[in-house]
């Protein structure tokens, strides 16, 4: 499992740095409109910046494997909303249901990997 969890956090530290990057310098490479709407090219930027943190802390979990627990189920939070806010709006229009799928996948990813037994414990590895 601790193989699985350490690819979760390299494909989480990866993506969210480099899409948060692009998000950030050239918001219309992930979203077309963003040109022509001066307000979703700032809110994409904005969001990019924050995916550039949630990279660096996958990071952090990566280098600090054995204390990541506050900040794995951080990312059960955040991911699990970021799918309910997807599949809210596919239910709400129909619309972009690989949107909703694809922002579930990291969800489950961090659900399968979340540090739950006692030995994951910081306080029970003395």
Known sequence: MERLARAVYGVAAVAGVGLGVLAVFAPATILPEAVGIPLAGHLLREQGAG???IGLMA???LRHFDRRR???YAFLVFTGLLAVIHWMGYF???????AALA???PFLAFVVTAP????DH???QR
Not at 92 to 98: E, P, T
Not at 116 to 119: D, G, P
């Open 51 to 53: 995916y550039v943190f």
């Open 59 to 61: 990071l952090w979990c």
């Open 70 to 72: 506050q900040v794995h």
């Open 92 to 98: 709400s229009s129909g619309h972009y249901a690989w």
């Open 103 to 105: 922002n579930t996948v």
């Open 116 to 119: 739950i037994s006692a030995a």
């Open 122 to 124: 910081p306080s029970r």
